[in-house]
């Protein structure tokens, strides 16, 4: 039996006012299929829907046209009715700003326990935790270099520190759908390359499905299963990672519309 995939997106359509003349058509009847575990990156220049696509799935607005839907039962259910609230239950987000997803004035280990208030160890705040547990979050921390800083408060952390915990608290929600949104644009060569390969090995341990939107396109490249490329609101190229007509970095730039 064929795997069904996690997300099916069909007709997905939204359009915006453009400063007074006329309409600007961010999506034009996106069709997609997220399957479950798939790393899909995204590219494209500016304007081309790539955010639009994060936004609509995060419920940040509403689509004009078409419809989602979440493979969680035998009759899936309408991705893009589900109240706000309801939809965040099966997604997580990291941000280009590290500042977000974290709270700054807390430390690691208090932002640990807060992320997991659902899902592992749903603990009264008033009483201290268990040794097992805290030896639980020290041995995910060290994969991340951060197990000397859980009880640091976030706010004294590097950029990259802190994105990789604000990436290491999305995935600790068990999220169905992870959302990286230039996750990396503001972090160093080093510390990108840190926290790429940490999505990578977090989404894999975890089996959930991540789109990554990036305009670095030798990323592209590097990482993730699946690389759409857009333009116009439209998918213009989708190519499996294991497929033998995989896209040269040339090619990719002449598609983006970028200037080599």
């Not at 500016?46 to 009759?75: C, E, H, P, R, Y």
């Not at 690691?108 to 201290?128: H, I």
Request: charged residues 20%; neutral net charge.
């Amino acid at each position: 039996m064929t795997e069904r995939p996690a997300l099916q997106i069909r007709g997905l359509s939204k359009s915006f006012p453009s400063n007074g003349n006329g309409t600007t058509h961010a999506l034009r009847g996106i069709d997609l299929d997220l399957r479950p575990g798939e790393f899909i990156v995204v590219v494209g220049p500016n304007g081309s829907g790539k955010t639009t696509l994060l936004n609509l799935l995060a419920g940040d607005f509403d689509a004009d046209a078409g419809q989602i839907v979440l493979n969680n039962g035998k009759n899936g259910t309408a991705w893009l009715k589900m109240p706000r609230w309801q939809r965040a239950t099966y997604l997580a987000r990291v941000h280009q700003d590290p500042r977000r997803g974290t709270a700054a004035g807390m430390t690691v280990w208090e932002n640990l326990r807060l992320a997991c208030s659902r899902q592992r160890v749903p603990l009264p705040w008033s009483f201290a935790p268990p040794t097992h547990d805290r030896q639980w979050f020290i041995d995910r921390l060290e994969r991340l270099g951060l197990d000397s800083k859980i009880d640091s408060r976030v706010a004294e952390l590097s950029q990259g520190q802190r994105q990789l915990l604000a990436l290491e608290l999305a995935i600790l929600r068990e999220p169905v759908l992870l959302l990286a949104d230039e996750h990396t644009a503001s972090l160093d060569q080093a510390n990108a390359k840190k926290c790429l390969e940490a999505t990578v090995a977090l989404s894999q341990e975890s089996g959930v499905t991540v789109i990554m939107v990036t305009h670095n396109l030798m990323d592209a490249l590097n990482y993730g299963d699946r690389l759409i490329v857009m333009r116009d609101g439209a998918i213009e190229r989708d190519v499996s990672r294991n497929h033998d007509a995989s896209l040269q970095l040339n090619e990719l730039i002449a598609l983006c519309g970028y200037v080599a």
